[in-house]
């Protein structure tokens, strides 16, 4: 089992003194997002000049200013804030230091006038059309009808606001905020039992790879996900959810199938000590959880020790500590259920369809961790798939060549390093993961890497990687190297349970900040800490992920 890791550091803040005799500059708004919305909803407010900090600035919208509780976020070029009751559409202005900014106008949706088409009434989504009707993995699919929202995003602030204001008026029991997307069918095999009912499952359109391509009030288009099945599909909004409409998945150049779901409660937290600190200071804490896919489904909070400061993003959820005092003291546990179930493909190398789509582009690209333009790597993947042009043929030699020619060692080095790793010929778990993205980006493969842990038999974990390469047409194929068995070359078992999949690069929440980042970590992820002001020395402890129940 991974021992838990102790990171110790100093963060030193030199005091400077910074004078101006100028006057301050005034704010500009550029932008409003939405410009149409409802009392109550949470608006941005993009643009310049806002200060760094709220202080004794304030926003207005036709001439109401929000209560302080009303600001969720105060940047110099970014706010979010709660729009107040108001009656109708009015101008919204920043006000810092005595400068005003110019004014947007921001319209009441109940005072804009809707026409009447004839269509049937309801708030919830209706599908009229959907084009083609029949596809695979990574298909553009166009949906047409009505009542889908001015955009996706705006229906996911609005699902939020409903379970802020369940809080706000004392709701206590747990509040289930309803899915926002599309979704489409989804099977898993199951040994027989005439007398059990399934109830239909789904999966959604992905909303990190690129799986929404555009959504409007009276058209979505997306693109048909990984693991989709032929069956109904539905769009789901904060009103409701559409009548389901039968899509066929069909032409996939093989079969894939998910089997053997095993349940996990997994458990971790991180404990934090300050030892020098002056106010004001904030620590913001990027905590991951189980990431979902279509083998890692129906991911749910058991239990947590506090509320997080943003939700979910991206599966990390940002905790904010402020005004830390020397001497403190605090622990954060989390509790999560997570569905894992094996993996089982059979692709027809001949009968891909080798089209390029926005995947290709993407999951392909050259980055600080994969460093798939290396001359080094490339020459040695021309070497080993010759003039292969298709990219399963293409992923299986590299595997073959991982597994013939770098010795991959079980423990983890510290000091792992993928070009190291490939002129040693030698490799942990995590470079020889890697690698294999590397070589197939290297190859023109679109390809990820995952992080997570490894669940033995008896329930105990290690940090483990592995890899997934994109098949258009057929899906994300797994392949584990640090198995050292052809059998994870496109098959998975149910011990894996992954917490991000590809790099999760997040970004820096406030100016001047001290981030922090940890390598080789069970996420892999850009930030995990970011220490804000007068916070000059902490420590921190990120727990191991422990097993705490394990259901078959």
């Keep these: 089992m991974a021992n838990k890791f102790f990171l110790h550091f100093f963060l030193i803040l030199l005091p400077f003194a910074f004078f101006c005799s100028c006057s301050p500059i005034a704010p500009v708004i550029t932008s409003i997002d939405p410009k149409i919305g409802r009392m109550g909803e949470v608006i941005t407010l993009t643009g310049n000049n806002f200060g760094s900090s709220r202080d004794e600035s304030y926003v207005t919208i036709a001439d109401i200013s929000p209560t302080s509780s009303s600001y969720y976020l105060w940047q110099n070029d970014l706010i979010i804030v709660r729009v107040p009751e108001l009656g109708e559409a009015g101008l919204v202005y920043v006000n810092v230091k005595g400068k005003k900014s110019n004014g947007l106008l921001f319209s009441n949706y109940a005072s804009v006038p809707k026409p009447f088409d004839g269509e049937e009434l309801g708030l919830e989504p209706k599908i009229s059309s ?80 690129l799986g929404y391509e555009s959504w409007s009030a009276r ?74 896919s279509s083998s890692q489904r129906n991911i749910n909070l058991v239990s947590r020790t506090a509320e997080p400061f943003v939700e979910n993003y991206r599966s990390v959820s940002l905790y904010k500590l402020d005004n830390l005092t020397p001497g403190a003291y605090h622990s954060i546990n989390f509790s999560y259920s997570t569905e894992v179930y094996a993996v089982e493909t ?28 290396d001359q080094k790597i490339k020459s040695a993947v021309v070497s080993i798939i010759g003039k292969e042009q298709n990219p399963y043929l293409k992923a299986k030699a590299i595997y073959d060549w991982l597994l013939a020619n770098i010795h991959i060692f079980s423990s983890s080095s510290a000091d792992s390093n993928i070009i190291t790793a490939f002129d040693n010929k030698s490799a942990d778990q995590y470079s020889a993961a890697m690698l294999f993205v590397t070589m197939a980006r ?36 797994p392949a584990d190297p640090a198995m050292g068995s052809e059998y994870y070359f496109g098959n998975m ?31 892999l992820q850009n930030v995990w800490e970011e220490a804000v002001g007068g916070l000059e020395s902490y420590s921190s402890l990120w727990g191991d992920i422990t097993i705490s129940g394990i259901y078959q």
């Design 442 to 477: 290297a190859a023109g493969v679109p390809c990820i890497p995952v992080a997570g842990v490894l669940v033995d038999s008896s329930g105990k974990t290690t940090r483990h990687y592995w890899a997934e390469f994109w098949i258009n047409g057929f899906g994300w194929v």
């Design 346 to 373: 059979n692709v027809k190398p001949q009968a891909i369809k080798q089209e390029a789509t926005p995947l290709t582009d993407r999951y392909t690209q050259n980055t600080a961790l994969i460093p798939s333009n």
């Design 130 to 209: 959907i084009s083609p009707q029949t596809g695979a993995p990574g298909s553009l699919i166009i949906i047409t009808g009505n009542n889908f929202g001015v955009s996706r995003e705006i229906s996911l602030q609005a699902a939020s606001q409903q379970a802020a204001a369940h809080q706000t008026a004392g709701g206590h029991e747990a509040v289930i905020q309803p899915a926002i997307g599309v979704f489409f069918s989804w099977d898993y095999d199951s040994p027989a039992n005439p007398f059990m009912v399934r109830e239909p499952e789904f999966i959604e359109v992905s909303g990190t790879e």
């Design 493 to 523: 078992d149910n011990h894996h349970i992954a917490f991000s999949r590809g790099e999760l690069v997040l970004s820096q929440m406030e100016n001047r900040s001290r981030m922090v980042s940890h390598k080789q970590s069970y996420s």
């Design 219 to 292: 058209e979505i288009r997306v693109r048909l996900p990984d693991g989709a099945v032929s069956g109904n599909f539905e769009v789901r909004t904060s009103n409701g959810i559409s009548r389901p409409v039968f899509f066929d998945v069909s032409e996939k150049p093989g079969t894939k199938n998910f089997k053997d779901k095993r349940s996990y409660t997994v458990s971790y937290s991180v404990d934090i000590r300050v030892t020098e600190a002056a106010k004001p200071n904030t620590l913001y804490l990027w905590v991951p959880k189980p990431v979902s």
